[in-house]
């Protein structure tokens, strides 16, 4: 089993900063792959970006890409994401998922954490 803790999430103002990081506590390996979602009121969960936790690979969706950063601590199992020139769209509960093995590719996660709130003002 693998537990996964968000923390960071909070209010900030239109072309502010947050950094949320993603705790994995448990029986976590070498390989694996760690993502983060968002969910917005009233739409559906959405792909924000992942990473390999063994190469660093990392891949960003169209909305998030240059604003957005995603990283690992591996010392730590700590998966950040940082996120920069933050817009109202961006407003939305972020959740962290994890999956073991190195296939990068998109596939289901098995794990989930339990959600940050992120809230962005104009």
């Known amino acids: 089993q693998v537990q996964l803790g968000e923390s960071g999430g909070g209010l900030a103002q239109a072309g502010g900063s947050l950094r949320l990081p993603c705790a994995a506590l448990g029986r976590t390996f070498s390989t694996y792959i760690m993502g983060w979602f968002r969910q917005a009121p009233g739409k559906e969960r959405e792909f924000v970006a992942r990473?390999?936790?063994?190469?660093?690979?990392?891949y960003y969706a169209d909305s998030v890409k240059g604003r957005f950063t995603i990283s690992r601590d591996n010392a730590k199992n700590t998966v950040y994401l940082q996120m920069n020139s933050l817009k109202p769209e961006d407003t939305a509960v972020y959740y962290c998922?994890?999956?073991?093995?190195?296939?990068?590719?998109?596939?289901?996660?098995?794990?989930w954490g339990q959600g940050t709130q992120v809230t962005v003002s104009s």
């Open positions: 990473i390999s936790g063994s190469t660093g690979l990392t």
């Open positions: 998922a994890y999956r073991q093995g190195p296939f990068f590719g998109t596939q289901r996660y098995d794990y």
